[in-house]
């Protein structure tokens, strides 16, 4: 009866052993994978690393703040529209736009890294992106950069 117990006893020693060794080897895990191509953008190999667990994401878009309305915009390559954040760090982007804009109304080819969040002002964008640092700030190829906003008047 001694022998079972021990016996018992030994190959739960050995499961639990191999279970850690599973669970490190996730948190090490990288999940990569390249961003979409649009025919408006230039960037080539742009890809996004997330690791487990990181919140942050890499976003690659046009960019557009306006200071009279106190927005600003991301519009991603896969068709995603956010809001974004108005803080510190986008008036650091914006600041770096500013040298490719020739209108207000341009919008900048930008690769941020940012946290998406649920938008809490209502009849707004669904999400928002916080952004955390700023990658590159592109010039814009020809007309890509232009947008026109028509009041509801």
Known sequence: MKKIYFIFA?????????????????????????????????????????????????????????????????????GGIYGVVIDDQMLALNEQCKQYKTKDEDMVPVVIRGTKKPNPVPNAWKEVIEIEEILSVQKPSGQDGTIIIKNNQ
């Open 10 to 78: 030994l190959s739960l020693l050995i499961i639990s052993c191999k279970n850690d060794g599973k669970s490190t080897d996730k948190a090490n895990e990288t999940d990569t994978k390249e961003l979409p191509k649009t025919g408006t953008q230039q960037q080539s190999n742009i890809k996004t690393t997330r690791t487990v667990g990181d919140l942050k994401e890499t976003f690659s878009g046009m960019f557009l703040y306006l200071e009279s309305e106190k927005a600003a915009v991301l519009q991603t390559g896969s």
